[in-house]
């Protein structure tokens, strides 16, 4: 679709990221032109108004429509609510109303229903207090009209993470970003930079990294925690050399007790960083799962991206891993890259699983503004085409033993579709479903890692490093003053006997 020929235009009401996020549904990849105060732009042959209709006095009801032009189609719904109407029962209101035109005049069902919100699972488990699964599984799917299918796939998941899920607030996760590649993937948005640009960084940055984990070791002794899970991620970790990999991780080592760490992961990602060498210092410095992570097992589609390695170099580095020790290896998949169809993305399927890693995670491709392949128009496969991709390994991966374990939702996602995590049992990765579920505290280290601080509450506490690697090198003493916002969280949930 082209993008600057959608106006999306909010009329006398504060719903804007709901609304927006409903028409998403069902015109992905699209900018929409936002018009707010109900200006209506000329030239554009696609309208679609939203509007609430002031009260006149407190007694007068409140007044929502939903007008759409769409491909010289149009359709219209109003609907009234009681003068003391809730803010979120309006807003709920209008999405509804903006859904049914939308589906009535394009004919699709999103599989997700109304559900926008990128935790599927952690809001049925929410809804499920107090109650069985299966009974808050039944209210939601009918309250956000979600397909039998995703509800099942959410259910499913949501079985899984239950006993899984943490019951201590002493118990922590921790996070280290590499954010270092060797070429940028079209589809990525992440911070990552270039080897070429960041290369000469990397020593420094080692250097203050491992100084970090340092004071975060020193904040987890005092406050009385213990890190469950350690995730060295990225980026590509393995863009270190093996030296500065093992400098890092003798950091974490000296400073966390990692033996006590129910699990700890590096993530190797691309296949071009992997070697040997690496892979050695890896396990020997006491990771348990690596990540090695092929996208696609075509040449084509992996050149295409901009990943500049081959599938031989994928399945190398596998057998690799295996010789060295590991015994715990997820690979990622992306479903809808561009270059690739169904049957391309049903073999790399059936390659990944002939390895038998023990985790396939499945990612659709999400394409966020600061990527490469947004300005390029490069997305080539059908909404419906990528829906296939994803139930294809919903039904094939449990069918071979590995159960979804987790699963969230990208912002510009081919079909709003979702991202799932499946394992064989007894491999699921605590860490990534925690960053999911939100219930436990994970502190971050490196650049553009954000600490998440979680009370026994649930009120959550962000504290964000610098973004890019030379801002975390040059401002490294400002940010560690900001490490008091950390420790005072901390002390304050000690203080109320929360942490101790
Ligand atoms: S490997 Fe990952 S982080 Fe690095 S450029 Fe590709 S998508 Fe981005």
Known sequence: M????????????????????????????????????????????????????????????VCLRVQILLHGQQGEKQDTLPPDADRSVQEWTLCRMLYDVLHELTGYTPPWGLLTGIRPVRRLLQMAEGRSLEEAAEEMQQCYRISDAKMQLA????????????????????????????????????????????????????????????VLGDMIRRYGLTVQSVYIGGGTPTSLNAAQLRTVMEAAAAHIAIDRAREYTVEAGRADTITEEKLRVIREMGATRIS?????????????????????????????????????INMDLIAGLPGDDEAGFAESLSRVMALDPESITVHTLSVKRSATMYQSDAVQNTVPAVERMAELAARQLPAGGWMPYYLYRQKNTIGNLENVGY???????????????ETQTILGAGCAASTKLIAPGGDITRVMNYKFPYEYIDRFDLMMEKKQEIEAVLRKMQEENHVS
């Open 292 to 328: 090695i992570n092929p996208q696609t097992m075509h040449d084509h589609v992996l050149e295409t991206i901009g990943r500049r390695h081959t599938v031989q170099q994928v399945l190398d580095a596998f057998e690799t891993a295996r010789a060295v020790g590991f015994d715990d």
């Open 2 to 61: 082209e993008k600057g020929n959608y106006a999306l235009v909010f009329c006398g009401h504060p719903f804007g990221y709901e609304v927006q996020a409903t028409a998403k549904l069902f015109i992905p990849g699209v900018r929409f032109i936002l018009c707010e105060d109900g200006v209506i732009p000329e030239e554009i042959p696609n309208i679609l108004l939203t509007e609430r209709t002031e009260n006149a006095d407190r007694h007068s009801p």
């Open 155 to 214: 259910l499913t998941t949501a079985r899984i993470q239950q006993p899984i899920l943490p019951h201590s607030s002493k118990e922590i996760g921790l996070y280290i970003s590499v954010p270092f590649c060797p070429t940028r993937c079209s589809y990525c948005s992440f911070v990552s930079h270039s080897m070429e640009t960041a290369y000469k960084l990397i020593p420094a940055y080692v250097d203050k990294l491992c100084e970090e984990i340092a």
């Open 423 to 437: 394992a064989k049992p007894g491999k699921e990765n605590l860490y990534n479903i925690l960053i999911m579920d």
